[in-house]
Every structure is written in C-alpha cells, then in structure tokens.
C-alpha cells in the first residue's frame, strides 16, 4: 500500500456463502479488536459448479461493494474464488488481497505415512495452481485428492449431524483412510464446520488440517507490514452482507454459531 490506511477500517471477507465464517473465526481470535465486514455472496452459492469467467466477475462485484464499504483489505474467504479470481483482483484493484489454497506444505509436513488427503471441491482440485502446490511441496509424499460433491450445500442448508450427512462424508473419506492418509486437508472453507462428524468417520488418529488460522496469522503479518493494524482495546464486531436472502443468511449463521448474542461474537 502506498498510503497508509486507517487503521480503525474494517477487514472485508467474503465467501460464495456461509464457508467463509470458519476462517472470519480464525480471523477473530488471531484479530479480536478488528472490526469485520463479511459479505456472503448467497444468491451465487456455490462457486464450485461455476466457469472462471463468472467466479470472477462475482469476486470483483462483491469486492468492489467491500471496498465501498471503507475497507482496509480483503480476504477471500474461499479457495474457489482464490484460484479463478485473486491475481485478477490484485490487478484490478490498489488494495492487499489475502486468499486461500489447500494447506499440502503443512500437511506433508505433519504426515507420518507419507499419504495425505485432500478434501476439495472440483473446481479448486482442477487446473495448475493446485498441481504447482502438490509439486512444490508434496516431494516424498503421495497427495490424494476427492472431490467432494454436495459438501458444501450440506453446510449451507445447517444439517451436520444427520445419517445421510455421515453416509455422506464416509463415501467420500473412506477411500483416503484405504489408502493410509493420516493427515486430510480440509481444502474448502466450508468443511471445517464439518469437522465434528468427520471425526466420528477418520477416529483420534488422523489430523484434519483446516487453513484458517494460518490465513488470520498472514493478515495480521500484512497489516502490521502496513502499519495499518487495530490496537483499539475494544473487542471488534461485524457487518453482515449478503446478495441472497437476508433471513435465511441470518438464520444459517445462528445454526454455525455465528448469531447475534452468541458467545464469542459480536455483530451489527
């Protein structure tokens, strides 16, 4: 950044729905004094099943309406829009940037039996970024990759704990633990809310890598890089976007935890 920020503006985040909360919670306990604007893209839900040219044309809508809104910089909170958008974004417009990508080099790092799994959606298992991250960091390690089909609108609709969900994710995951991965790599920022009833599925001894804290660390480096870090001792809140439904965006977030009065968040 040229000019320094104010640093009392607030971070954007935004996901193609309500996925992104899981790294917005990262976010906050890495941040807690920053306030937030998050923008839940929901009438274009899921970006998965979508060409590039229509991820980013959604991803520079809705960070133009971020960067209206008076925001310092802006996370995109979804590893889909990240690999069809984020360099387009960069180009497009004179603010940082911060995105996702399926955590392989921590993953390979952490693995035992030299097999890792990586739970993601077709779009971002497709096409050369991904492949680059296996070639770069996979070395010694064999990466096995599923594409998960139909995880993320299970997260959407709130249902995690049903028979169907379990048959589900025991369809798609069984074939990782068949080929010893004992480390899966959550490669979606829904599936972290998916975590209780994928433990039921892989057991104590297989690590569910989720890269949400590693994202809401890489922000606080970019802002404090730009000395554009909240230090208010204030706990920070959030703004709530979305281009669907504002009831039904509200009454998923309660079923994630994210309503108004819940513990550990504040919002408006």
Not at 260 to 267: C, F, K, V, W
Request: charged share 20%; aromatic share 6%.
């Amino acid at each position: 950044m040229n000019v320094r920020p104010d640093a009392t503006a607030p971070i954007g985040v935004f996901d193609s729905g309500v996925g992104g909360l899981s790294v917005l919670r990262a976010l906050q306990a890495q941040l807690p004094n920053e306030q937030f604007v998050y923008y839940a893209d929901t009438a274009f839900c899921p970006y998965g099943g979508r060409d590039i040219a229509a991820i980013r044309a959604r991803a520079e809508t809705v960070s133009a309406e971020l960067i209206a809104a008076g925001v310092k910089l802006i996370v995109v909170a979804c590893n889909t829009a990240t690999i069809a958008a984020i360099a387009h974004l960069r180009a497009r417009f004179d603010l940082p940037f911060v995105g996702m990508e399926p955590g392989v080099k921590p993953a390979a790092v952490a693995s035992r039996s030299r097999h890792i799994g990586v739970l993601a959606t077709v779009s971002s298992l497709a096409g050369e970024r991904f492949q680059a991250l296996v070639d770069a960091h996979a070395r010694g390690v064999t990466v096995h990759t599923r594409a998960c089909s139909g995880w993320v609108e299970w997260v959407e609709s709130g249902d995690l704990t049903s028979v169907a969900c379990d048959t589900m994710l025991r369809g798609d995951v069984q074939p990782l633990l068949d080929a010893h991965c004992d480390v899966l790599v959550l490669g979606c920022t829904h599936f972290p809310f998916l975590v209780p009833a994928l433990r039921e599925v892989v057991g104590p001894d297989v690590e569910l890598l989720d890269t949400g804290p590693a994202v809401a660390r890489q922000v606080e480096r970019v802002l404090m890089a730009a000395d554009a870090r909240n230090d208010s001792t204030v706990r920070g809140g959030v703004t709530w976007r979305c281009s669907g439904s504002a009831e039904t965006f509200r009454q998923q977030r309660w079923m994630l935890g994210f309503g108004e009065g819940q513990p550990g968040l504040q919002a408006r």
